[in-house]
């Protein structure tokens, strides 16, 4: 299991992580979401002892990454595909990382064979695709058969297949009782892959929860189209509703649900063509949840915040 | 599993990872050629002008620290061997890869320090051997030769070696440091050539003070068979250059230690 404990990191007057204080359970894929910036990789390399907490900590079982005798068998780990010596090749990157470890040599093999690198394995690493170099980051993380794994955003640079390959893996992992977080800034990445999902944002945390509680909890909107749109406006907007007009008599009321905007339809004697309750897609709510967190926000028509 | 199990598969970790890239095979192959080659050329040229040398000249040659001439060229070689054991880690991000697998800092570095250390303390002993017997074997008949059956001779010849060893452990030191490759060699070759330069333009009653502590000139005296004029000895010369890369590793360990990866 692996425990955030208020860890908070500074980067000078950069506030990188601030109080993060969450678990990652075995059994389940763990999302770890959110903008870029948003401090994913600091916490991860926190985990993994690469960088010093300002406070709090990280552990793994209860222990400190720095105080684990075989790292490796405990904590499997992908943070940058690319961060291997270009000149070494895939095989003798696995073997100088088994060695240290104590892992057995046919081991890596095996890793390189899962990972579907096998026939490359005497190539140097610095010809590797992005998508071939992932690979081999997923076998170097499987060496030790750690209960723990880490991967920040491995699906970037995979091809659609590879997307699906992943997908599964972690899947498995999970189901073999294996401790699995996953970060990433794509949330129908996140949707379709993770069971639980932790979103941050600026540094923070900002959520948790199954991607079903997630999409429970944000405010879901009210399609209308009505006979007299500009008169039900009027009146719902009263009631403190806001409503966005689409075309075509349609209305998407936010703030009221769809009995609400039905009853106040009726006594107004205007004509309702159609009435339809929308949930929020999980790409919504996590707009919804980051909008102000977003390091490098750009002013896109849309992502503007709505008047409330 | 004890923390000499420990030391043993992270250095064994990095034996892998230090003769599996080609800069290394290449730092080596320039360095013994340039030891050896230089050193045949050198000798060679002495050998074919020997006659037109000053009686001054002949009696005060040393047929060792000239064989050994071509060190002064391969001396950069050994150093960015060195450096580039752990700049290397760094220009590639490696470095993040290897730390997650031993996170023991100190050890981390010992085992780099250990292979780095070994390897090129076998590979500068042998090179300094063939450069020094190539020597002889060219100015034999000709030119007054030395035998490493003498004392003093085996010393120069072994400590020629050593030194070599020294200094890459000095460019790792620096690496460790500076953690840039361009940098880091930079400072070498600046320690080892710009500042006995500098030192020209001192008032001669410093300079003489001050010279002997350069790590070059520590250097000549180690390889000669006899004390230069204003230098150490031999042995208090490798004694100094240790305490110098010992207080460079140091820092650079330190620094490793307390700085996020």
């Known amino acids: 299991m692996l425990k955030i404990d208020h860890l908070t990191k500074h980067y000078n007057d950069t506030v990188a992580v601030d109080d993060l204080d969450f678990e990652v359970k075995p059994g389940v894929v763990t999302g770890f979401l959110g903008p870029n910036g948003s401090g994913k990789s600091t916490t991860m390399r926190v985990i993994l002892g690469l960088d010093h907490p300002t406070k709090g900590r990280a552990t793994i079982n209860g222990q400190n990454y720095s105080d684990l005798k075989a790292p490796l068998r405990e904590v499997g780990a992908l943070l940058d595909a690319k961060a291997v010596h270009p000149g070494r090749t895939a095989r003798n990157h696995l073997r100088a990382l088994a060695a240290s470890n104590q892992i057995k040599k046919s081991r890596v093999d095996e890793v390189l064979e899962f990972a579907g690198i096998a026939s490359v394995a005497n190539k140097k690493v610095g010809g590797f695709s992005l998508g071939m170099s992932q690979r081999l980051g997923i076998a170097g993380a499987l060496l030790g058969d750690p209960g723990v794994l880490l991967f920040d955003e491995p699906v970037n640079g995979l091809d659609p297949e590879g997307i699906r390959w992943i997908r599964d893996f972690f899947r498995s992992l999970a189901k073999e009782g294996r401790t699995v977080f996953v970060s990433s800034h794509l949330m129908s990445e996140m949707a379709v892959s993770a069971d639980q999902i932790i979103v941050i944002g600026r540094g923070r945390f900002i959520s948790q929860g199954s991607v079903d509680d997630l999409t429970a909890t944000a405010k879901g909107t009210v399609f209308a189209r009505v006979s007299d749109p500009q008169k039900l406006t009027t009146l719902l907007e009263e009631k403190m509703a806001s409503v966005v007009a689409t075309n075509d008599k349609g209305l998407t009321v936010s703030g009221m649900t769809s009995d609400q905007v039905g009853e106040v339809a009726f006594a107004a004697g205007i004509t309702i063509l159609e009435l339809t309750p929308q949930r929020a897609s999980l790409e919504e709510v996590f707009m919804d949840l980051t909008a102000d967190s977003v390091e490098y926000g750009s002013a896109m028509p849309g992502a503007m915040p709505h008047e409330q | ?261």
């Open chain 2, 1 to 261: 599993m004890s923390s000499n199990e420990n030391l043993l598969s992270s250095t064994k970790s990095e034996w892998i990872k230090f003769r599996s890239v080609r800069s290394t095979i290449m730092g080596v192959v320039i360095f013994a050629v340039l030891t050896i080659g230089l050193g045949a050329l050198i000798t060679f040229a002495i050998r074919s002008h020997w006659n037109q040398n000053t009686r001054i000249d002949k009696l005060t040659f040393d047929p060792v620290s000239t064989s050994l001439a071509g060190t002064l060229f391969a001396q950069f070689a050994v150093g960015v061997i060195g450096t580039l054991v752990i700049t290397s880690e760094y220009s590639s991000g490696s470095i993040r890869t290897t730390l997650a697998a031993v996170p023991n800092r100190v050890r981390l570095a010992a085992s780099k320090l250990i292979v780095l250390v070994t390897s090129m303390f076998v590979v500068c002993e042998v090179v300094c051997v063939i450069a020094f017997l190539t020597g002889q074997a060219i100015f034999h008949g000709v030119v007054p030769t030395a035998s490493l059956s003498s004392g003093p001779v085996l010393r120069s010849v072994i400590l020629a070696g050593v030194y070599l060893t020294l200094l890459t452990a000095l460019g790792f030191g620096l690496g460790l440091i500076l953690r840039q490759s361009a940098a880091s060699i930079s400072v070498f070759v600046s320690i080892l050539l710009i500042i006995p330069i500098l030192m020209i333009f001192l008032p001669e009653s410093w300079r003489n003070d001050i010279t002997k502590y350069e790590p070059s000139a520590l250097g000549q005296a180690m390889m000669s068979t006899s004390t230069p004029a204003q230098s150490f000895g031999a042995w208090t010369s490798l004694f100094l250059l240790l305490a110098y890369v010992v207080g460079v590793l140091v820092i650079g360990t330190t620094m490793l230690q307390r700085r996020d990866a």
